[in-house]
């Protein structure tokens, strides 16, 4: 049921941000039996958008309220930043975050300030590519969901170009799906087993 945004797998525990109006939460996922463990919620007003873990503090990006909540792994809140525009994907290099906001550009943050320190735009083939959503780093790259399709692209972090395409058309058996099912989104990878993560808004 979770219209899910951000996803990431730390110490064999998934870690989900869902989205929706009244429905954004931070949560973890057991992945053995599918139990949900809800850590936080959202206000009303506020629309989720991309997680990701980095140390002992989880970010949580905020959709047009401009707000990054930041909470500690359980779930309390210890504080929040402000930011322009709008948020959409968010992960880490283990030192610095990386954000993308439905453009071709993602931005390079500082984790203690929420400033940017760089703008990194997204091309194939030198053609931008719009809609860069959900974020993962893997093995030196950025995965990124590109919204509205079953492809993810890898990105150069420094170039920005694109190095590779995943195509992920007919994941999901038309048997699992229904009038709810969403788009392909949510990139998790577990560094020591080697695997990756891929789900969707509302993929059971």
């Known amino acids: 049921h979770s219209y899910t945004q951000g996803l990431q797998y730390v110490d064999g525990v998934l870690w989900e941000g869902t989205v929706e109006w009244g429905e954004s939460r931070l949560q973890k996922v057991d992945l053995e039996s599918g139990k949900v463990d809800i850590l936080a919620n959202l206000p009303r007003s506020e629309f989720g958008e991309g997680i990701t873990v980095l140390g002992d503090k989880v970010y949580q ?53 929420f400033q940017r320190d760089k703008k ?45 395409i995943v195509d992920c058309q007919n994941l999901l058996p038309e048997e699992d799906q229904n009038e709810k099912t969403d788009v392909l989104n949510g990139i998790a990878y577990d560094q020591q087993g080697k695997r990756i993560f891929l789900t969707g808004k509302r993929w059971n």
């Open 61 to 113: 990006l905020t959709w047009t309220n401009g707000i990054a909540h930041v909470y500690n792994l359980q779930g309390k809140r210890l504080k929040d930043f402000r930011y322009a525009g709008e948020g959409w994907g968010l992960t880490s290099d283990g030192k610095s975050l990386y954000m993308s906001n439905g453009t071709p550009d993602i931005y390079k943050l500082n984790p203690d300030t």
């Open 120 to 164: 990194i735009t997204v091309t194939l083939r030198g053609e931008v590519v719009d809609y860069i959503n959900e974020l993962e780093w893997i093995d030196g790259k950025i995965w990124a969901n590109v919204y509205t399709t079953d492809y993810i692209m890898i990105i150069n972090p420094e170039s920005g170009a694109v190095e590779g």
